[in-house]
């Protein structure tokens, strides 16, 4: 086992992995930039080194000020948290090089099902079923348009390298075709340096819906069930559930095996999640898949009592896994509370946090790494606390969230919370009769006096 991991993230994943670490007797490193001297995770650590200034691209995306904090602490492994480097094969066998534990997939892997074309092309040779559409990077715009007639317009134009929406396009009809084409190509290329496109047929009315898998390094693999993710924003989730409303036993026993069937495939090692479109015919198709733990799996550990970073760290180290598939005992709901301001477009809203005040009680749980004082840099990911309800039945659930969230006070900056409570009584989100166009139609109600 690790005698000590190094984590290169920040805000609450960094803290849940302290954690884990700390009830498995390994000892932590954190990094920081200096725009997070006074985050929590600098402070739960055992060790903590300052990797850089506060931009990104200078501390927590800095490869070399990270490994060289890893080699100063003699940390002999390295846990990447999710977004920043957590899916970076660069990165992955730089600490390979190092004689550095990755916590994570390895480099050919990331490679591997990084690039979405890859991935889908993988994924066909598998067997599991994929959307159709383009077979790899589309050449031109002359193909585009000849592979949009074969598969019929409503089509998606994606980026190869995409990830948050950008270089996506939805096209209805061949005029709008054209046009869709270069915005995509453009906004790829200066968000990713790489205009390389692929199209799919869109699915309509979708549900986003993901199948958390582990796998080990003898190439087994197994799936923890599924998360409902298709309440999004601009293609960033707002809120996820297990299980899906929209879930059958068959359906989920048939998504479970393609999930398991396709880390198999890739022999698969570590914990990631297999993401499926599913429409409202119930029929489902591989969308990505990603290698690295998600934002949402506290609900997955919450319904199955799994702590999945434990699993992460146990396989890492050579650990082979059970084998066995699992499936929801309870029913949980995640609410991603962003320093956003709901009333406003969800412009963010950084700054310090005067009061707060957590919500409590059986079923109720909260990863955050802010605290009252605690001042929100606006340099990174919105996102400030996963408020989490579990419970017999997902009407109970609902009703935990709705009670946590009226108990939830976080005063000096806006929060989402406010909309969160809204779509608790959202008569469509009650019923479970939501797809990943729900926010379109979406309107806050005034604020009260």
């Keep these: 086992m690790f005698k000590k991991i190094l984590i290169a993230n920040r805000g609450e994943i960094a803290l849940r992995v302290i954690r884990t670490c700390k009830e498995m007797g390994i000892k932590t490193v954190a990094v920081y930039s200096t725009a997070d001297a006074e985050s929590l995770h600098v402070r739960f650590a055992d060790e903590a080194v300052c990797i850089g200034p506060a931009p990104s691209n ?8 990270i490994i060289a904090a890893a080699e100063i602490t003699n940390a002999d492994a390295i846990h990447p948290g999710y977004g920043f480097l957590s899916e970076n094969a660069k990165f992955s066998k730089i600490c390979d090089e190092h004689d550095i534990k990755f916590i994570g997939a390895s480099p050919e892997m990331i490679s591997k099902m990084g690039d979405k074309a890859t991935a889908k092309a993988t994924m066909r040779a598998a067997g599991v079923p994929c ?30 390298a995409g990830g948050g929406g950008k270089g996506m396009r939805a096209v209805w009809k061949e005029e709008d075709l054209e046009p869709a084409w270069e915005s995509a190509r453009k906004e790829a290329e200066a968000s990713f340096g790489n205009d390389g496109m692929y199209m799919e047929k869109l699915i309509e009315e979708p549900r986003h819906i993901e199948i958390q898998v582990v796998g080990d390094s003898s190439g087994k693999a197994c799936h923890l069930s599924e998360r409902d993710c298709s309440v999004q924003r601009r293609h960033q989730k707002l809120t996820e559930e297990t299980p899906s409303p929209f879930m059958t036993d068959t359906l989920r026993e048939k998504m479970g095996e393609a999930a398991v069937k ?22 489902f198709y591989f969308m990505e898949m990603n290698t690295r733990i998600q934002v949402e799996h506290p609900i997955t550990e919450q319904v199955i009592d799994y702590d999945l970073i434990r699993e992460q760290i146990l396989v890492a180290a050579g650990v082979p896994i059970s084998g066995k598939n699992y499936f929801p005992q309870l029913h949980s709901i995640e609410c991603r509370i962003n320093a956003e301001d709901p009333y406003h477009n969800f412009r963010p809203s950084p700054g310090k946090i005067t009061n707060l005040h957590a919500p409590g009680g059986h079923g109720v749980r909260i990863d955050t ?9 606006p340099n990174y990911d919105s996102m400030i606390a996963k408020l989490i309800t579990t419970a017999q039945t997902r009407e109970e659930a609902i009703n935990k969230m709705k009670r946590a969230l009226d108990e939830f006070v976080i005063e000096g900056i806006k929060t989402t919370i406010p909309f969160h409570r809204q779509l608790m009584d959202h008569p469509d989100y009650i019923e479970g009769n939501y797809t990943t166009k729900f926010m379109e139609d979406f309107k806050m109600k005034p604020m009260e006096e």
């Design 58 to 65: 200078l501390s927590y995306l800095k490869i070399s000020n």
């Design 131 to 160: 959307v159709p559409g383009s077979e790899g990077i589309l050449k031109d715009y002359k193909e585009c348009l000849k592979l949009a007639k074969e598969i019929g317009f409503p089509v998606m134009l994606k980026a190869t």
């Design 262 to 283: 396709a880390a198999e495939f890739i022999k698969y090692e570590g914990a990631g999640t297999v993401e499926f479109l599913v429409d409202k015919h119930r029929n």
């Design 369 to 377: 790494h802010v605290y009252s004082g605690y001042i929100i840099p």
